[in-house]
Each structure stands twice: as structure tokens, then as C-alpha cells.
């Protein structure tokens, strides 16, 4: 038996684990005069059970472990003060959550049994008692491990997308709401924030005014403006605060450093924090999934190498390749046939961003876009036998202006594959339908002398603050003209392993001014490399951090052509070490004093990697850029997600 609430300091510490604070979301999570009553006091009015012991009081509700005679299993039972029993609305919709708490049976939640009211008005809900600890108290003994650190989240997110697939959010993720039994697997509790996504405006206006859900540190930005329409993707801001937790020690506050900064955590779990912690939802992860798979890509790469896993992969890779783009060439199939002609519908930023596809969105008239992960010559094969359809022209300003207005609209921005080449012996255009190339629509081309990358600093931690605080990885480009050049759509592209991050400077969404984006003669500007909008004014930035580990850049301008190319990639950069580039003999060598924004010395030690211009392979593509009224730039390296096509009467 256990002691009564009011003696709590000398209850005896359970071995079990209890979903506390269950319901309190829906009770409104305040405090309360009510004392529970005593463990040995509710055996007669809870027939079915026995052996009660108290374990902790809640906002407004008490929990105890007991017996379950029929099984003789151990149970948690939360009960809530009798008062709450007499308001008829609230109990409706205490039945209500209750029930749809209980159709969530899932290996990594914690189950509901059953609820009720018993002879003395106390409404109760009754849930599985697990044997472990909390995330929270192993936090407090000691860091996690980053591998499991990675298994906990990913089981989160698991349990997640089932309950979202189920229409319960759960609006309260943090450590002490993840339980780890004993043999080390994740059960998520305290749905009790939980509502039914479809029926949210009903929920919100039942629920207590001006009342905050969540924990303060951990609630979503939404959640923290008590916004009406909050939805499951403030689950996953809520998972990502607590990712940076565990891979800190710290909460993500204001604007944060990214984990790697923080700690020994690898940069490529940067970019799976960054998002998750989006202010806007549709810039996070759409689906618990979604960053499930992102953290299990990271978990593949840090734990094999790409050459061995190639290795591993290559008795297979004829028949998987042919499995995969087989049945993804007939989905394709499918969605044009049946899309293609059809009304156009309308679509929003989040569904065009989504990581699932094929998917087709019809434009106008004459043009579509298809979302299929691919390089300019396979989705080029790919279309090219697809009946109806061709990769996309263009022989007008009107036809151009139509397309870039719809995408801007529906909030596209990434670059688009059309059907545009330029043979690189012969230097001529063509448009793959073999209509005439009649019209034109490039970026600008680079001057001479072109601007210059001097500088590369990959792991900045005491070099370079910005007002914030923070220090954000950066490079140096230099002007040796004698005239300001314009740095709007000029691309850097960051190659690390097999994977690549890219950004252009100065787009239509952009916050920048001309001025900001003027380099005069003889200036050294520094440009950030930091998934956030840098906070100070005056401040560029590309969206994405250098990988500190190795890697290697691509500089190139506005039209697509690459004016600096490393051979190789970079060794492993010492913190606070920079890479600077010797113009007059064309190589990179180190340098233990960095100098940002001024003009570098030429180094007398290590060379670290060559320079060199590339010559471009095959063919180079013509990618639309929608982010820039449609224009167009030379590409032939990436994989892009859309193809733009144009309908056809083949």
C-alpha cells in the first residue's frame, strides 16, 4: 500500500513508469486545491482491482499503480477530481478523447485499457503500466549514446505517424513523455493533449481560453500563439526540440546554433534539426515519416561508407534498378493518363514540396509539371516515351510569363528540367521536341574577370559572430574587377559523399536589397552558409551549412557556368582553421588566422586541394528557375524533382 498524496516525499519510489499528467491538456493543466484520496481508500471503489500504491499527482488528477484482477497484470489508473464528473460537456468530451486514445494500440504507445466513472464520481481512465524509466531520467544520468539517441527518435516518429494516420495529435512530445522499458524500447505517453485533426476548430473552441497546449521550450511556434488550426506537424517541431536536446543538452532557443556547433554531433544530422524546427509548418517535415527516413539515411551513411555499401549492393543492383524504375515509369504512366487532362486543381506549397511521387500538377492548357527524382537525360528518356507529352519549350515571353506566374503562385521555387540542351562541342541549343529554338530567356553571364571564392571557413566557432551570437559557417568572394558586380543568381553547390547541397543568391522571395547584393571593386564580402536568414542587416546567405567533415564547392555564375571547381574534397577542417585560395597559383592552402572580409595572405603551408575550372560533360540542360521569373541556367550535374512538359498531340 502506499502512502497518502500528502506525504509524498516518503513514498516508495516504483520501479514502474505511469503516463502522468494524461488528460490534462483537455483538464486544462492547472492547479488545484483537490487531494487525492488515499491508496488504500480506492480498492472498494474499484472492484476489478487491488494492491493500489500511489505514484504522483498531476495538474489535476492523481495516478496510481494496482492490480488488475481478471489478468492480474499491473496497471496505471489515473483518476480526476469528482467535481470535473459533474460538468456534462466536459464529460462528454472526456469520453470522447478517451475513446480515440484507446483505438491506439501501436508496439510504441503507451495502450489504453479502459475509463469510466466510479461510485464516488471519480472519472478515471485506466493504462498500461510500464516497467523502465523515463528519456528524461537517462538524460539526467548521463548523455545518450548519438545511436541511440537516433533509435529513440526514430521510434518516436513511428509512433507518431501511426497516431497522426489515426487523427490523434499528441501536442506534448518531450523527454519526460517518452518512456524506455526494460528492454530498451520507446513507449510514447500522455496522449492527453490528443484531439481529432478533422474536428480541431470543434476541439479548440471547448477547450479552456488563452489556454497554451503544451510544454513552454517544447510547444511548436503555433502552439505557443494558441493558434486555431494547429495540426500534427507541430508534433514534429516538438520531436526536433527534442532531438537538439539529446544531441546537446540544450533547448533550441531564439535562433540556435545547429547541433554540430553545439556538440561532437555529426553535421549531417544539422539539416534534419534545422527542419524539423521551421518556424512555418510547411517548412518542416510534412509527415512523422518523412523524418523517420532523414534520420535513417544519416544513421546508413555514418555507419558504412559509400564504397563499401556499394560493395554490399552490387549482386543486386540490375534486378533493383530494374524493379524500381519499372514500376515508377508505370505510376508515372498512370498519373499523366489520368491526370494530365483534367481540370486544373489547386495545390499549395505543402503538397508540392512533399517527398512522395511521382506525382503530375496540371499548370495551363499546354504545360505540367511531374515530380520524379531524376537527372536531365533520364527524365528526358523517361518523357520522351510517354505518350501526350514532351519535355518543355518555350517559343514566347507570354508562354514563359504564364508558367512562372502559376508557379509562383502555387509557391514553387526549386529549379525545373525542360527540354532545352546545349551540345557542349558545338556550343548550339536545341530543344529536345526538335521545335525551333526561337526564344531565349537566360540569367545573366558572369563579366571578366569573374568573382572569386577566396575564402572557406567550414567550422567556425570563434572566428566570425553574427549580432546574434551564433556562428555560422561562411565563405569570402572577392571582386577583382574594376567594376560592381551584381551577385543576384550567382550558385554555389557544396558536394559531400553522395549528397549536395545548393543555393542561389537573390531570388524573388528574397529579403535582400540591391544594394546588399552589389560587391563592389576590390571588396571582399563574406556570404553565410546557415539554414536560418541571417540577423543581421547587410547579411547574405546561401540556406545550407558547409559539412566540416570533407567536401568540396562548385562556384558558378547566374547562367550555369562554373567559374571555380575543387578536384577533390577537402580534409577534415581543424575548428576555427580556414581554407584560402592563392589567386596567382590557382590552389588552396591553410590558413590558422582567418581573415573574413579582408584579403588574404597566400599560405605558405599544406596545399589542401587543387583548383581548377571544369569542362562541362555531355550535354548541359537548361533548367527553369522559377524563383527567378522563369529564366533560365545551364546544369548538368543535380538531380531535380520536377520536369516541366509540354502537351503534346503524339
Not at 110 to 136: C, K, P, Q, W
Not at 305 to 317: E, G, T
Not at 391 to 420: I, R, Y
Request: charged content about 25%; some cysteine; glycine content about 8%.
Amino acid at each position: 500500500m502506499g502512502d497518502a498524496p500528502a506525504k509524498k516525499k516518503s513514498t516508495t519510489k516504483l520501479n514502474g513508469l505511469n503516463p502522468l499528467g494524461l488528460l490534462d491538456g483537455v483538464l486544462g493543466g492547472q492547479a488545484t486545491d483537490w487531494e487525492p484520496p488515499m491508496a488504500e481508500e480506492l480498492e472498494p471503489l474499484f472492484p476489478g482491482y487491488h494492491d493500489f500504491q500511489f505514484i504522483d499527482r498531476g495538474g489535476m488528477g492523481a495516478v496510481y499503480a494496482a492490480t488488475q484482477k481478471s489478468l492480474e497484470r499491473r496497471v496505471a489508473i489515473k483518476i480526476l477530481p469528482p467535481e470535473m464528473g459533474q460538468d456534462v460537456a466536459f464529460v462528454d468530451r472526456f469520453h470522447q478523447e478517451a475513446r480515440l486514445l484507446a483505438r491506439l494500440q501501436h508496439p510504441h504507445i503507451v495502450a489504453i485499457y479502459d475509463f469510466g466513472r466510479n461510485a464516488s464520481g471519480h472519472l478515471f481512465i485506466v493504462m498500461e503500466y510500464v516497467e523502465g524509466t523515463s528519456l528524461l531520467d537517462l538524460m539526467k544520468k548521463q548523455p545518450l549514446s548519438l545511436s541511440k539517441t537516433l533509435e529513440v527518435i526514430t521510434q518516436v516518429c513511428e509512433a507518431l505517424q501511426f497516431a497522426h494516420d489515426h487523427g490523434v495529435i499528441h501536442r506534448d512530445i518531450k523527454p519526460t513523455n517518452i518512456l524506455l522499458d526494460v528492454r530498451g524500447r520507446v513507449r510514447v505517453a500522455d496522449f492527453g493533449l490528443a484531439k481529432l485533426s478533422a474536428t480541431s476548430q470543434q476541439a479548440t473552441t471547448q477547450s479552456r481560453t488563452g489556454m497554451v497546449m503544451g510544454t513552454p521550450g517544447y510547444a511548436a511556434p503555433e502552439q505557443r500563439r494558441a493558434e486555431a488550426n494547429l495540426d500534427h506537424r507541430a508534433d514534429i517541431f516538438s520531436t526536433g526540440v527534442t532531438l537538439y536536446e539529446l544531441l546537446t543538452g540544450h533547448l533550441p532557443v531564439g535562433v540556435f546554433e545547429p547541433p554540430s556547433k553545439k556538440s561532437d554531433a555529426p553535421a549531417l544530422l544539422d539539416k534534419v534539426v534545422t527542419r524539423a524546427l521551421r518556424e512555418r509548418p510547411a517548412d518542416r517535415y510534412q509527415r512523422a515519416s518523412d523524418m523517420q527516413a532523414a534520420i535513417r539515411t544519416v544513421v546508413q551513411r555514418l555507419e558504412q561508407p559509400l564504397m563499401q555499401r556499394a560493395i554490399a549492393k552490387r549482386p543486386i543492383v540490375s534486378m533493383m534498378t530494374s524493379v524500381i524504375v519499372g514500376a515508377g515509369f508505370i505510376y508515372l504512366l498512370d498519373a499523366l493518363n489520368t491526370e494530365l487532362f483534367e481540370k486544373p486543381k489547386p495545390v499549395n506549397t505543402a503538397y508540392v514540396d512533399s517527398e512522395h511521387g511521382p506525382t503530375v500538377v496540371k499548370l495551363n492548357d499546354r504545360f505540367s509539371l511531374v515530380r520524379l527524382k531524376l537527372n536531365w537525360d533520364e527524365a528526358r528518356r523517361r518523357i520522351q516515351v510517354t505518350p501526350g507529352v514532351e519535355m518543355a519549350s518555350f517559343h514566347s515571353q507570354q508562354e514563359l510569363q504564364d508558367v512562372a506566374k502559376k508557379l509562383h503562385d502555387m509557391g514553387v521555387n526549386a529549379p525545373l528540367w525542360t527540354g532545352g540542351w546545349m551540345n557542349a562541342e558545338s556550343g548550339q541549343f536545341a530543344w529536345t521536341d526538335r521545335s525551333a529554338f526561337d526564344f531565349e530567356a537566360w540569367m545573366p553571364k558572369a563579366s571578366e574577370p569573374p568573382l572569386l571564392i577566396t575564402e572557406i571557413q567550414a567550422k567556425n566557432r570563434t572566428t566570425l559572430r553574427d549580432k546574434a551570437g551564433n556562428t555560422p559557417d561562411w565563405i569570402e568572394v572577392h571582386n577583382p574587377g574594376t567594376l560592381p558586380v551584381d551577385v543576384t543568381g550567382w550558385h554555389l553547390r557544396h558536394l559531400t559523399g553522395r549528397y549536395a547541397f545548393e543555393g542561389r543568391l537573390g531570388g524573388l522571395r528574397s529579403q535582400h536589397s540591391s544594394e546588399q547584393l552589389l560587391i563592389q571593386p576590390g571588396e571582399y564580402k563574406v556570404i553565410y552558409c546557415i539554414e536560418s536568414e541571417p540577423q543581421e542587416s547587410g547579411s547574405l546567405a546561401f540556406g545550407f551549412q558547409l559539412e566540416a567533415q570533407g567536401g568540396r564547392l562548385r562556384w558558378s555564375d547566374p547562367q550555369g557556368h562554373i567559374v571555380q571547381a575543387m578536384e577533390g574534397d577537402w580534409p577534415v577542417f581543424p575548428a576555427d582553421a580556414s581554407l584560402v585560395y592563392d589567386m596567382s597559383g590557382q590552389k588552396w592552402g591553410w590558413a590558422s588566422q582567418p581573415t573574413p572580409g579582408k584579403a588574404n595572405a597566400v599560405s605558405d603551408e599544406q596545399q589542401a586541394i587543387k583548383d581548377g575550372a571544369m569542362t562541362p560533360k555531355n550535354n548541359q540542360a537548361i533548367l527553369m528557375l522559377p524563383d527567378f521569373e522563369g529564366r533560365w541556367s545551364l546544369d548538368t550535374q543535380r538531380r531535380t524533382a520536377w520536369s516541366l512538359v509540354r502537351h503534346s498531340s503524339r
